[in-house]
C-alpha cells in the first residue's frame, strides 16, 4: 500500500547523509547563492524564519513536546505563542525578540509546464539514495544539511497528523527523486519536517514551501511534499504583525482586529497547551494513509476552472487588504495628526491663561502694595 509520512525529517543521500545528497561535504556546507542561516533546529526538527519574531514550520512539528527554545549565536531565543492553521499542517512560532533575519514568501505560480529548480535545507537523519528512490537511515539529525530538487507538480495531500492537530487538508507540491535530476538530488528523512524549500525568484531566493511529508512504500520513499506558500502566505503575513500593532484603536483598527478574530482563536501561549500529550517526537514513529488529489495541470476541465478562480479571488482578495492597511494607516496617522493638534491647542490656551492669572494676580499685588 502506498503510505506517506509526516516527517520531523531530513532529506537522503546516494549512500548516505542527511538531505541527501551524494557528498556529506556538500551537503553540510552553506549553498551557494542562498543564506541558509534562518533555518533553524526547532523541537528537534526544523524551522524557517518569516518575519519579525515569527518562525514557520509543520504543525505536527510545534505540537511536539519541548520548550521551543532557540539559540542562534550564543543568544537564547523563548517561544511565546503558537498559531495553528484552521486546517493545514502548518504552525507560526512567535518569540521573545525580533530574529536575525529572514526570508521571503514566495507568492507567485507553482504550476510547472517544466519541473522548476529548488534548494531544501533542515536538519534531518541520514539515509541512502539510489537511482529513483532513497531510504532512511534514521542516524544524523540535529546538523543542518541542504540539497538540490525540481517541483514537478501541485498537489493536495489530507492526513491526520496526529496529537492535537489531528486531520488536515494541505494545498502544496511535489518533488519526485530522481539521482540524476538535479546536481545534489535530496530526498528528506526524520527531522526535516517544517525544514524549507526555496525557489530562486528572479535572483532573489524566497520560501516555495514548507517540507511535511515523504511518500513511498517497504521504507523506500520516492517524493517529498511541501506545503505551498502561494497557498499560505495571505494567512502567515495575517498572523505575523504583532497584535499591539492594532491596538490604540479607531474604527478602521477595529474592523482589522475583528477580521484576526479566528487567527487569535488559534493561538496558543506558552503554558497553557505546548505539551499537549507530555509525548516525545511524533514523527519518529508516525505513519499515515495517503490521500494524493494532483492538482491538474492546464487542462481547460472543471477542476482547473475552480483553482484558476480561487487564485485569482485570492490575489483580489491581497489587494484589497493592500488597499485597506493603507487606508487604515491613512485613517490612524489622520487621527494622531488631529488628536496632536488638538493637544497644541489646549496647552496653548492653558499657557495664555496661566499667563492671564499671572499678569492679573501682579497688578493686583501691585494694587495692594501702593
Known sequence: MHRIVVLCFA???????????????????????????????????????????????????????GSGTLSIDGTIYNQQEVVYHDSADLALIRYDRALPGHYPLFTGELVPQVPLSALMVGYGSTGSVFSTFWTDSRFGRGTKRWGGQEIDRTSIKRYDAGGSVGYTMNYGFLMEFG???TAYEAGTGIG?????????????WKLA???????????????????SMPDYSNWVLETIPESATASLMGLSTMVLLIARARTFRHRRLVGRSLFPMGRGYLCDSFTMEEEDNTKPSASGNESETMQTV?????????VLRNHYTLLNKMIWNYMVARHEATVLRRRALKNKLKRKLSDGLDAFLALIMK
Open 11 to 65: 532529506g537522503l543521500v546516494a549512500s548516505t547523509s542527511a538531505i541527501t545528497v551524494q557528498d556529506y561535504t556538500v551537503a553540510e556546507a552553506a549553498p551557494s547563492g542562498l543564506d541558509w542561516s534562518h533555518v533553524h533546529y526547532y523541537k528537534g526538527s526544523s524551522a524557517v524564519a518569516v518575519g519579525g519574531s515569527w518562525i514557520l514550520t509543520a504543525a505536527h512539528v510545534a505540537d511536539d513536546a
Open 310 to 318: 480561487k487564485r485569482t479571488l485570492s490575489k483580489v482578495a491581497g
Open 192 to 204: 526535516d519536517s517544517g525544514g524549507g524549500t526555496f525557489y530562486n525568484d528572479g535572483g532573489t
Open 209 to 227: 514551501g514548507i517540507n511535511t511529508s515523504r511518500s513511498g512504500s517497504g521504507g523506500s520513499y520516492t517524493s517529498t511534499f511541501a506545503v
Open 179 to 181: 539521482l540524476g535530476d
